[in-house]
DNA sequence: GTGTTTACCGAACATTCGGTCAGTTGACAA
DNA sequence: TTGTCAACTGACCGAATGTTCGGTAAACAC
């Protein structure tokens, strides 16, 4: 007789990280304040008392997730490729990557974008943020002056009009369906750097 | 004397107006789920029960405000120039026209982009919502195959970033400091339709 | 077997929520 | 002076909120 088949020997169980993840997933779809302990309890077939076992509070939750987005973002920008070369190069290789980030990373950027600063967890995050902001806003101030782009437009105007469309992938990208990072990133290239229309 | 005609004299106080549009100030600030009556009550400097003399309640608030937003641009799609030419120009058209709306009704299109469908009020927006999407979308093929827009790109796709661009001045216009929408408009379109890189 | 740990439940906590209602105020008309 | 009425207050309601806590069954270690 076949000793043990180990199938649903163990219990269930969750960790830290798969409530972080089934958490986010809720956050993002009710909206982090329209999002109850009870709600998450329901998606993660527990009673609310039992997410207090894995995590201090609903709070954390937000920040653990929001760190994982940011940590993503710095990650990146670290990285020599973001500081090394002509201008446009390093901004487009930025483009690319946080399309990658964001496509990786979905649910935890998508959960960092929704962000508005209602507390000192999400004043943090907003903080960070910023920094990346600058930092790419930087890199098109830089591809300016270098004449890798147009000079009759706005540097800052520019960073948030190309970084609104690569932060709107969080709106609409749907892993399943959609294509790969690289084929949005290429879409997304081709538009903001080429152009769409027809010469 | 057919003085009866009631001059329009007011009290110092509040109306259904006046509340609306702080109230709108305030879900854009905490979101609409963060913001509780007691933090409009405190906006507008008077309590609680007072806002119900002026308005049935929060979702009612939320349904008008959502209305605002949405009737503006159905407005412009049932504008004849959204219909008529060749695609290319009408999808500029339009493009250039969401920036006016989004700029003049910018708290209502605000709020409107950052609903998820928690109440049958918010999935109502959601759907008339989708319906403008579509509408451009469509626009956005007639012009590639019109060949107004290059044919190498996926006009679902093309579309998502375009809006996602234009939606994203919700994030960070200031009417005070920014330039006027027709500047907004002509650096969108600039790049998106022109392209940033220098040839 | 015995003891320990893991993962959870159910009841309760104080607080806040959106909303109701009887009553008050003060500007105005008569 | 009196009455009207728009605009508002303050007390209150039941329900829902995030969180705590005592207890417990199952899995594991010995």
Same sequence: chains 1, 2.
Wanted: no cysteine.
């Amino acid at each position: 007789m076949a000793a043990s088949i180990p199938t649903r020997r163990r219990r269930r169980g969750h960790d830290p990280e798969s409530v972080l993840s089934i958490a986010v997933g809720v956050f993002n779809e009710r909206g982090y304040d329209g999002t109850s302990m009870e709600d998450l309890a329901r998606a993660l077939g527990v009673t609310k008392s039992a997410i207090y076992y894995h995590v201090p509070g609903k709070e954390q939750l937000l920040a653990r997730a929001l760190d994982r987005a940011l940590d993503g973002l710095f990650e990146m920008v670290a990285d020599e490729r973001a500081s090394a070369g002509p201008a446009i190069d390093r901004l487009e290789w930025v483009v690319r990557q946080s399309v990658r980030i964001l496509v990786e990373r979905l649910p935890y950027v998508t959960l960092l974008l929704r962000v508005r600063g209602n507390s000192g967890t999400e004043q943090a995050a907003l903080e960070r943020r910023r920094e990346f902001d600058r930092f790419v806003s930087h890199l098109v101030k830089e591809a300016v002056s270098e004449g890798g782009i147009r000079a009759d437009v706005d540097p800052a105007l520019v960073t948030r009009l190309l970084f609104g469309s690569v932060n709107s992938i969080t709106e609409w990208y749907q892993p399943a369906r959609g294509g790969s990072a690289d084929d949005l990133a290429d879409a997304l290239l081709t538009m903001t750097f080429g152009g769409l229309r027809v010469a």
